[in-house]
């Protein structure tokens, strides 16, 4: 992390603490620099970010200023109501579109969930990478199903931290969460068939039941609380849920994280009404504070529990490697290997090499503790700016982690042209259709907060706000 960067965000806990006051003179440049052990130069650095995101100002010739008007953060979007029937995904053709109209290096990202490469940790990758290049026999060879095992062994024991201690052995190494959350589906369920899923949901759950010609059943779930235990409880009791698929640590795209009284509910429920529960745990390390959360699985204690973790390394090492993982129930490994293998026979043995170095360096949870304050202070950049720049009554939610905010506007607003209008502008967002089944959240966006701060970033976001405020 660059140091001033570190340095800003301690100074702006200090203000959230109360340590500064709204209204008070903040300390001079020396006496931060002595008390934070660094240089003039990096407390000016870490005093103009801090300008930039609105924290302090500058008085003439008297110094900065805790600002006066502390930020109030905006109102949470409404929670969501669904059609609650089983339904054909449609119109998920439109994603693809949009990626590759935007596609282009001279565009602000904020449309896919793709962290900016300043924030990954590229350059010990690059070393492992290097290392596995040079393993010529290995790498020149299949990792079949159900992976290769120096990996396997490094994700048993990241599992750990999320309190499941599993078997290395029963991992099976997929070609990121894609195509774990894909292959969970195939074990369980068959065409047709219907899947409960959070409402707004994450698109490529949504492109993944399409094309394997199930149904899915959208399930009211509210941003601070997450999926709503007593909708789903009617839905598995009035429809034939073979599965629901969720995200419950920082949601993709409500950033909510289920709390363990929930967790446990829902797996309960699952154990009652007998469906395969899917969790999708790509952003549980990325939460801003507290311990790691556990999943869905550790809460899965009776032998007929039959909850399928995936995740992958897209978010916290690369989304290039293309590298995940499901830990199904035991019965189910062989038929998930199998299911691997007949898809593509097997993920790519140098990736997997090089992320087995990687994570046996000991380096990642360093980096994760780095990365995660980083991501808080993204996402509160990104909401004070859209509160500073969008309409009055523009909802935000107040993730607890991952790095995206979702965006409910006017509902006057059709957000799919605003999308085509961004493309214009060169700004690249997601409009909220493309994460319902049935094409709701037409007001509504997700942004990527995973962009480095800069004048270029906030213009963007100055001209979204310009654009919706033209659309009104
Ligand atoms: C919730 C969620 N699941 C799965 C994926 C796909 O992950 P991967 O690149 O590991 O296949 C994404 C990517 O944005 C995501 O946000």
């Not at 779930?221 to 920082?250: R, Y």
């Not at 038929?335 to 994570?359: F, P, W």
């Amino acid at each position: 992390m660059t140091l001033y960067r570190d340095i800003a965000i301690r100074i702006n806990t200090r203000i959230e603490q109360g340590l500064y006051k709204p209204g008070e003179r903040l300390p001079g440049v020396r006496p931060l620099s002595e008390q934070f052990g660094v240089s003039i130069s990096t407390v000016v650095q870490a005093q103009r970010q801090l300008e930039s995101q609105g924290s302090i100002e500058a008085r003439p010739r008297s110094g900065y200023y805790i600002c006066q008007r502390p930020w109030l953060k905006p109102e949470l979007p409404t929670a969501s109501r669904p059609p609650q029937k089983p339904m054909p995904v449609t119109g998920q053709e439109l994603v693809l579109q949009l990626a590759l109209a935007a596609n282009q290096a001279d565009f602000v990202q904020l449309g896919a969930a793709v962290p900016h490469s300043a924030f990954l940790p590229l350059r010990a990758l690059q070393r492992s990478l290097g290392k596995a290049a040079r393993s010529y026999q290995q790498f020149a060879n299949y990792a079949f199903p159900p992976g290769l095992p120096e990996l396997q062994e490094q994700i048993a024991r990241r599992m750990l931290m999320n309190a499941d201690a599993v078997n290395p052995a029963d991992i099976v190494i997929t070609d990121g969460c894609q195509e774990a959350v894909a292959l969970s589906l195939r074990a369980v369920a068959k065409p047709g068939d219907v899947i409960a899923i959070e409402s707004p949901t994450f698109y490529g759950l949504l492109q993944v039941i399409d094309s394997l010609g199930m149904k899915a059943l959208e399930i009211p779930t509210d941003p601070q609380h997450g999926i709503s235990l007593a909708a789903l409880q009617m839905a598995v009791e009035q429809w034939p849920v073979k599965a629901c698929v969720t995200i419950p640590n920082f949601s993709n795209p409500l950033g909510t994280l289920l709390s363990d009284e929930h967790k446990q509910a829902l797996v309960l429920l699952a154990r009652q009404h007998r469906f395969a529960l899917i969790e999708d745990d790509l952003y549980g390390d990325l939460g801003f504070a507290g311990d790691r959360p556990r999943s869905l699985k550790s809460f899965a204690s009776d032998p007929q529990d039959q909850v399928y973790y995936c995740s992958s390394f897209s978010k916290t090492v690369s989304p290039g490697l293309r590298c995940g993982w499901v830990h199904a129930p035991v019965a189910s490994t062989e038929r998930i290997m199998y299911l691997k293998h007949v898809s593509n026979l097997a993920t790519s043995s140098l990736s997997q090499m090089a992320l087995a170095d990687y994570l046996a360096q000991g380096t990642h949870e360093r980096y994760l503790r780095q990365v995660q304050p980083l991501y808080r202070q993204q996402v509160a950049l990104f909401s004070q700016a859209i509160s500073k720049y969008f309409p009055p009554g523009t909802r935000i939610t107040q993730p607890a982690g991952g790095f995206v905010l979702w965006v409910e506007l006017d509902p006057r607003i059709d957000t799919l042209a605003l999308t085509h209008r961004a493309i214009e502008h060169k700004i690249s967002i997601a409009p909220g259709q493309i994460f319902s089944a049935s094409q709701k959240y037409r007001n509504c966006i997700r942004l990527n907060c995973a962009q480095p701060w800069s004048p270029r970033l906030e213009a963007a976001l100055i001209e979204l706000g310009r654009q919706v405020q033209g659309m009104l």
